[in-house]
């Protein structure tokens, strides 16, 4: 089992930067899968990007060439670097983990069964 807390949100100007971190408990945490997801109001939960075990990234076509997912094993920790930012990424953005999920499955949030609380993105304009 894994626990998660992400932290790095915060308001930022369209085209600002921002990087978001989550932490992991355990021991085993190189042996995991890692996906950033975000939800707007009102809106479902969109996969953002994700990082497998083996350090291959996938992102959501809206993100792609803007943001960055990367993983610090040493340090139980996977980032998200947030660039060119714009108002319709304002949203609460989760990290998510699981062990063994298929690449397919990777932009599936019910793919993912530890989750944490959530950091707010706002982008003003």
């Known amino acids: 089992q894994v626990q998660l807390v992400e932290s790095g949100g915060g308001v930022v100007q369209a085209g600002g930067s921002l990087r978001l971190s989550c932490a992991a408990s355990?021991?085993?945490?190189?042996?995991?899968?890692m996906g950033w997801f975000r939800q707007a109001p009102g809106k479902e939960r969109e996969f953002v990007a994700a990082?497998?075990?083996?350090?291959?990234?996938y992102y959501a076509d809206s993100v792609k060439g803007r943001f960055t997912i990367s993983r610090d094993n040493a340090k139980n920790t996977v980032y998200l670097q947030l660039n060119s930012l714009k108002p319709e990424d304002t949203a609460v953005y989760y990290c998510?983990?699981?062990?063994?999920?298929?690449?397919?499955?990777?932009?599936?949030?019910?793919?993912?069964?530890?989750w944490g609380q959530g950091t707010q993105v706002t982008v003003s304009s």
């Open positions: 990082i497998s075990w083996s350090d291959n990234t």
């Open positions: 355990g021991r085993t945490f190189s042996r995991y899968d």
């Open positions: 998510a983990a699981d062990l063994r999920i298929e690449i397919q499955d990777l932009r599936n949030r019910y793919k993912y069964d530890y």
